[in-house]
């Protein structure tokens, strides 16, 4: 099985993380930082909002049950992409919406998603996300990984 990566931040990892996780063909899910200056940084780094990461999931999928496209959408779906450094009451750098691209073709199909809402005028306000190469993903520490879940619940409370 040939596998693939994706990378996204849309704002506290632990939703995001459980919503993509739940996708037939999401393969693997790890939260973690990207995008920032400091080697190896700690949540509490990330949260003073001076190490320039964002809180992202990294997954591995199986291209042949969902494709890059269909990641895409569900990322949209999943938060405000007009929002600058912020996702509901959550305040930031870290929580920035940001797609981190592995390859040309996701780099294309990420720039042609976000075109296309522009285009359509999905959102009310102007697309902030960042499309950005993947630089080095940071795995947060174990108990930030599948949070949710190990407390039983399906979705953050605001």
Same mark, same amino acid.
């Given at each position: 099985m040939k596998t693939e990566k994706a990378t996204f931040g849309a704002g506290c990892f632990w939703g995001v993380e459980e919503t993509f996780r739940k996708l037939e063909g999401v393969i693997a899910t790890a939260v973690g930082y990207a995008g920032g200056t400091k080697y190896n940084?700690?949540?509490e780094d990330v949260c003073t909002d001076e190490t320039g990461h964002a809180e992202v999931v990294e997954m591995e999928?199986?291209?042949? +049950?969902?494709?890059?496209?269909?990641?895409l959408d569900v990322?949209?779906?999943n938060h405000n992409p007009t929002t600058l450094n912020r996702q509901?009451?959550?305040v930031g750098k870290q929580y920035r919406s940001v797609i981190f691209y592995h390859s040309p073709e996701q780099k294309t *199909? *990420? #720039?042609?998603?976000?075109?296309?809402?522009e285009k359509i005028r999905r959102f009310n306000r102007p697309i902030v996300t960042q499309i950005e190469s993947a630089p080095k993903f940071w795995r947060a520490e #174990?108990?930030? +990984?599948?949070?949710?879940e190990k407390r039983g619940q399906t979705h953050c409370a605001i």
């Amino acid at each position: 099985m040939k596998t693939e990566k994706a990378t996204f931040g849309a704002g506290c990892f632990w939703g995001v993380e459980e919503t993509f996780r739940k996708l037939e063909g999401v393969i693997a899910t790890a939260v973690g930082y990207a995008g920032g200056t400091k080697y190896n940084p700690s949540y509490e780094d990330v949260c003073t909002d001076e190490t320039g990461h964002a809180e992202v999931v990294e997954m591995e999928f199986d291209p042949s +049950q969902i494709g890059y496209n269909q990641l895409l959408d569900v990322f949209w779906s999943n938060h405000n992409p007009t929002t600058l450094n912020r996702q509901g009451p959550d305040v930031g750098k870290q929580y920035r919406s940001v797609i981190f691209y592995h390859s040309p073709e996701q780099k294309t *199909a *990420a #720039e042609s998603s976000k075109n296309e809402l522009e285009k359509i005028r999905r959102f009310n306000r102007p697309i902030v996300t960042q499309i950005e190469s993947a630089p080095k993903f940071w795995r947060a520490e #174990e108990y930030h +990984q599948r949070y949710l879940e190990k407390r039983g619940q399906t979705h953050c409370a605001i």
